[in-house]
C-alpha cells in the first residue's frame, strides 16, 4: 500500500468523526426524553422540532466530517507531489459526489433513525396506556368480602367497624 492509499484510509477518521454518533445518539436520548411529556399536543411538536433539528445537526457533522477528510487528503497531496501516481490525482478529482451528496445521505439516514426511534416509543406508549390497571374500586366482590372477613375486631374507637354479615 502506497503512502497516498494510508492516507486516504486514515482520513476517513478525523477529528469530527465523533460528531455524527453523538448527535444521533443524543438524539435517541432526546426523543426518549420527551416521551415522558405527559401533554400529548405539545410532546408530539417538541418531537418534531427536534427531529427536524437533531437531522440537521447530524448533516452539519457529517458535511464537517467529509470536508476535514478530503482537506487532509488534498493537504497531503499537494505536500508530498512526488509520492503521488497519476491514479491518486484522479482520486483525488473524481469524488466529488462525496462532498455533495455524503452530507444530504447521513443527514436523511438519521433522519430515519429519529421517526423509527419516535415511532417505536409511541408504539411503545400506546401499548402501555391499553394496558388494564386493575384498581381497587374494580375489585371484585369475593376480594372485597374476604378484606372485610379478615380484619380483627377491636374495641378501639378509632378502628372502622368490621361487618358482621
Request: hydrophobic content about 45%; charged content about 20%.
Amino acid at each position: 500500500m502506497d503512502p497516498f492509499e494510508q492516507i486516504w484510509e486514515s482520513s476517513r477518521i478525523n477529528d469530527y468523526s465523533w460528531g455524527y454518533p453523538a448527535v444521533v445518539w443524543a438524539g435517541v436520548g432526546v426523543l426518549v426524553a420527551l416521551s415522558l411529556i405527559r401533554h400529548n399536543a405539545f410532546r408530539r411538536i417538541l418531537k418534531v422540532v427536534a427531529i427536524f433539528g437533531l437531522a440537521m445537526m447530524a448533516t452539519q457533522w457529517s458535511a464537517s466530517e467529509i470536508q476535514e477528510k478530503w482537506r487532509i487528503r488534498r493537504e497531503w497531496a499537494d505536500t508530498h507531489p512526488a509520492e503521488m501516481t497519476e491514479q491518486g490525482y484522479e482520486a483525488l478529482t473524481v469524488d466529488g459526489a462525496n462532498l455533495t451528496l455524503g452530507p444530504l445521505i447521513y443527514g436523511f439516514r438519521s433522519g430515519l433513525i429519529f421517526i423509527g426511534v419516535a415511532a417505536a416509543l409511541f408504539v411503545f406508549r400506546v401499548a402501555v396506556r391499553k394496558r388494564p390497571v386493575k384498581t381497587p374500586d374494580e375489585a371484585t366482590p369475593e376480594i372485597k368480602t374476604k378484606v372485610t372477613t379478615d380484619l380483627p375486631f377491636s374495641d378501639n374507637p378509632y378502628h372502622p367497624p368490621a361487618d358482621s354479615g
